[in-house]
């Protein structure tokens, strides 16, 4: 039956890891767990404390039913004596009984309540340290990184796998201990009862483990075939809503709905046999159960007529023999934890031990990055993502103090990984950068990127005031400097007619403000920040011509007496630069200013001309 299972590809994104699920596993288990008890390590007297009072809530616990037993044969024996013409019950004896089975409950409840108050208190110190230090990671690890890895997943390991390895610890820890003191606890409290009741009462375990093995083999292949189509049907659904207006513009309702339906029925058809078989764990477990209490009873009964047990005992060896069961399951469930325990902690771990961008430099100048007039220079500088792909190629360039640099050429043609190396996000294959003269390297990284404004096409403004978005660019600056920012980015305007001016309050995306307005904030922030040395990725060619208009004007504001580097996309708006870059192939091709390259008529009057061709 399971051939007929056609496994679906695997959608990226989508794991659908249900409860019952198939559970990760990690790669190197030992590794993973060594470095996990190094952070558990510094809490040991914690955790010791935690162990004494698991396993002293357990043995009260389970003392519990032995009491209860000797209070059963009080009863019967009180009864009996009835009978017989006797004084009947002794209630004296019988009170002390139920005041210590009251007790022993309750100081194991009171042990309980404060080993998992503590154990609690020392898992989540553990999140809030790793989660700190990937925060603290994220910001040192090199942007090769960020290349290879999705946002998603570097998101994923800081929520998801730190809550999956807390919520693992916080169960298993103190489940583990309290399973194995419960299971050593009631072995040596039937074996006190009875040896040969205790033997029978083993026997069935093997039956019922037999059983549930041969359930649990033929369920996992319907479980991995569901959390598969699980995983497809959210892709789906993921892709049906995130292209919902493509879908109605192509009018691809009724294929996207057959297709949906597919995949549905296929996850339905696995997913009843997979709950299906696993559901017959439970009855087989009751039956084999029930039996157990049959043949413990008949034995009990015979043991307490030979006079070899009392009448209260076979009460507490059922209870006994129902509580066995109990910590084997759970064993086996901590087991699957603890698998996914260590593989969230295997990826936690990963990202903590990757290789850290070095931000210092073994041979610092003792020029101050503050004091730089803004002269770039560039000298055969060599760059590829992959040394065997080199993207730039003995590139060379002098820029000077003030100067506006455009940056042009075809998509790939290595425009923003120049930029990239300009701010040392990225190291050269060879070659070198000069600021005033100072080869980059002898400046601290973070000196080199402290010294740079940006304005990028993707806006980043985040939730809160716009006020607080523009101090974004300088956290020291007073009301009135912000405001003058504004104004010369011209977003006063539009500012003050906003609900709430300065003091509006911008949501997660930003969307309560238009594409436009955007721009002209980030554009405020820069001017804020007052760099000597600028990037511009040119940010008008998602508005409309009269917006476009504004931002130039404000960018030329944000220019005005900078080094500025403009990747530029409407070549219309940058026919005032200094020096037009026009790179093909990670080559400079061209340079120079507007009209030397309109009279070369080469590859930027192509370029040029094709923007602005008309359809006869």
Partial sequence: MAENIKQPPKRKGFHGRGPQGPVEKPKDFKGTLKKLLEYISKYQGLIVFVVVLTAASTIFNIIGPKVLGKATTEIFNGLVSKIQGGNGIDFTKLSRFILVLVGLYLFSMIMSYIQGLIMTNVVQRIAFQMRKEISEKINRLPMNYYDKNSVGDVLSRITNDVDTLTQGLNQSVTQLISSVATLIGILIMMLSISPLMT??????????????????????????????????????????????????????????????????????????????????????????????????????????????????????????????????????????????????????????DEPEEVMTSDNHTDKSIDDIKGDITFSHVCFGYNPDKIILKDFSVKVKDGQKVAIVGPTGAGKTTLVKLLMRFYDLNSGDIFIDDVNVKEFDKKEVRNAFGMVLQDTWLFKGTIMENIRYGRLDATDEEVIAAAKAAHAHHFIQALPGGYEMELNEEATNVSQGQKQLLTIARAILANKKLLILDEATSSVDTRTEVRIQKAMDNLMRGRTSFVIAHRLSTIRDADIILVMKDGDIIEQGNHEELIEKNGFYAELYNSQFERIA
Wanted: hydrophobic fraction near 45%.
């Fill in 199 to 352: 033997l029978v009462a083993l026997l069935l375990l093997p039956i019922s483990g037999f059983g549930v093995a041969v359930i649990f083999k033929n369920s996992q292949q319907y479980f991995v075939a569901q959390q598969q189509f699980l995983g497809d049907v959210n892709g789906q659904i993921e892709e049906c809503f995130g292209g919902h207006n493509v879908v109605k513009l192509f009018t691809r309702e009724d294929s996207v709905l057959e297709e949906f339906n597919d995949t549905n029925d296929k996850l339905y058809n696995s997913a009843w046999k997979a709950q299906f078989i696993s559901g017959m764990i439970q009855p087989i477990m009751v039956f084999v159960g029930n039996l157990g209490y049959v043949g413990v009873v008949i034995l009990g009964g015979y043991l307490s007529i030979k006079k070899v047990i009392e009448v209260g005992d076979i009460q507490s060896f059922i209870q006994y023999v129902r509580q066995f069961t109990q910590p084997i399951q759970q064993v086996a469930q901590i087991s699957n934890m603890l698998q996914s325990t260590a593989a969230a902690a295997e990826r936690v771990f990963t990202l903590l």
